[in-house]
Antibody, heavy 117, light 111 residues
């Protein structure tokens, strides 16, 4: 059973960079032909796809966030990561790491990141 | 404003059937058979209920079914149960520029 766990600071100051890591257990992140994605959800609002990384390391991003987002993978640690730069209050949300992109079958529990000074 | 349009809320009584629509365009739902549906209970992560328009992951009840007509996808839940009360989101592949888009979500109330 694949499990995902997000980790990272829960509070980030405006204009700084949000950094989160997703640790995958129960399976290798580099096996198969899977995409690994980040999705966020502001409180009381809907889901927003941030971007994805393939096992080869190739990435795709939401056009509205592309200039600020970097997703990377560390296969030796079975982890993938999210960096979102120049954050504002609008980036406050629960961030989920997931397996898949068009269909996401495994989700982390989510981690709340608040942008505030 | 979400890329895919869903009704804000739907309701039904136990045992009844309901359908949630997800309207996109020829750039997403209308072209690709890559619509997924997720169920989200309060405070929980979403759960995949339907993928590739009509396929159910292992362990998902056959009371849940998906379909598509033109640029509108639909999720039907038959034999409504109290545990089905949740928020439901659709998503679709939207091509190699936009990639993945979501609907705004539909709150299902079981009366």
């Amino acid at each position: 059973q694949v499990q995902l766990q997000e980790s990272g600071p829960g509070l980030v100051k405006p204009s700084q960079t949000l950094s989160l890591t997703c640790t995958v257990s129960g399976g290798s992140i580099s096996s198969g032909s899977d995409y690994w994605s980040w999705i966020r959800q502001p409180a009381g609002k809907g889901l927003e796809w941030i971007g994805r990384i393939y096992t080869s390391g190739s990435t795709n991003y939401n056009p509205s966030l592309k200039s600020r987002v970097t997703i990377s993978v560390d296969t030796s640690k079975n982890q993938f990561s999210l960096k979102l730069s120049s954050v504002t209050a609008a980036d406050t949300a629960v961030y989920y790491c997931v397996r898949g992109s068009t269909s996401c079958d495994y989700w982390g529990q989510g981690t709340l990141v608040t942008v505030s000074s | 404003q979400s890329a895919l349009t869903q009704p804000a809320s739907v309701s039904g009584s136990p045992g009844q059937s309901i359908t949630i629509s997800c309207t996109g365009t020829s750039s997403d739902v209308g072209t690709y058979n890559l619509v997924s549906w997720y169920q989200q209970h309060p405070g929980k992560a979403p759960k995949l209920m339907i993928y590739e328009g009509s396929k159910r992951p292992s362990g998902v009840s056959d009371r849940f079914s998906g379909s598509k007509s033109g640029s509108t996808a639909s999720l039907t839940i038959s034999g409504l149960q109290a545990e089905d009360e949740a928020d439901y989101y659709c998503s679709s592949y939207a091509g190699s520029s936009t990639f993945v888009v979501f609907g705004g979500g539909t709150k299902l109330t079981v009366l």
